[in-house]
């Protein structure tokens, strides 16, 4: 467990609108453990390392918000969830080296889930960038067979064309304004404030189901807008955010993401008060 001589640091770069050190700061009061977390501005290279001098012994978590954490190569010990990944967005610094978690796909599934969005057969795509191939992962963990990827250049999409092959999904991939057959649900992972056409999206909103966008902070986008125009329900990734910060607490406390924290439903209440406060 975490004691008052550790120090926590969320870095990033930047990292002024990251609501990370919001969602820590809800948890550590909750759980009144006199710990003070920073936030850093701090980037993949100052990363690198950091972990390269770490002494083994040093094993805590280093929570990441430095570009999604794609500085860091996975570990030796990539987590559940993260196997087919080669990078992840969170790292424990262990004494056999860096674990990599991927909590993108745990946020997503307890996101998709509580959204009612879980029992679908076919789903889309929206971005070929490492936030997609989480996505993929997690609909491929709900059951989800059949994913249209919708990207700028169909070319980057491979990987994911590639992971769809070893999950059993079947992956069918096309252009932002060529959408294929209509699908329950749109999963967005374009970064906030990405120009779109008002017909690419347009194009997209329609049999797009509900949206579900990863961006929170630059709302609503332009997918979003698209969405509202046709009358048709969009989601912003609050959510996703919340659910992602408490697996990474899990690790921070236990350094599993599958070992509940103690009175964990009020952990949840502080984070979500703490990011609607902000």
């Known amino acids: 467990m975490l004691s008052e001589a550790d120090r926590l640091e969320v870095w990033g770069d930047p990292i ?13 009061r909750r759980a009144r453990t006199g710990l003070v977390l920073r936030a ?56 056999d080296g860096p674990r990599g978690f991927n909590t993108d796909v745990g946020g997503i599934v307890a996101e998709l889930s509580g959204q009612d969005l879980a029992d679908i057969g076919r789903a889309r795509i929206v971005g070929a960038g490492a936030t997609a191939t989480s996505a993929l992962l997690a609909l491929a963990e709900l059951g989800v067979r059949d994913v249209d990827v919708a990207a700028r250049r169909p070319s980057a999409a491979a990987p994911l064309e590639a992971l769809g092959a070893h999950l059993g999904v079947r992956v069918l991939v096309h252009g932002l304004d060529g959408p294929g057959a209509p699908v329950p649900l749109t999963f967005a992972t374009l970064p906030g404030g990405a120009a779109l056409d008002e017909a690419a999206a347009d194009a997209l ?12 902070g630059h709302w609503p986008t332009a997918l979003a807008q698209a969405w509202e125009r046709r009358g048709q329900r969009a989601v912003p990734g609050l959510g996703m955010l919340i659910g992602q910060a ?3 607490v899990r690790i921070f406390a236990s350094g599993e993401p599958t070992e509940p924290l103690p009175d964990e439903a009020a952990v949840l209440t502080a984070m979500r008060t703490a990011v609607i406060d902000v």
């Open 16 to 28: 002024a609108h990251s609501l990370s050190p919001a969602l820590a700061h809800g948890c550590l």
């Open 246 to 248: 408490l697996l990474q």
């Open 205 to 216: 909103a329609s049999g797009g189901g509900v949206l579900y966008d990863v961006v929170y």
């Open 40 to 95: 850093t501005p701090r980037g993949r290279d100052i990363l690198r390392r950091r972990v390269r001098r770490t002494r083994p012994t040093l094993a805590r978590p280093v929570a990441d918000d430095a570009a999604e954490g794609r500085g860091l190569r996975r570990g030796p010990r990539t987590r559940p969830r993260g196997d087919p990944v080669r990078r992840g967005e969170h790292a424990a610094l262990a004494p």
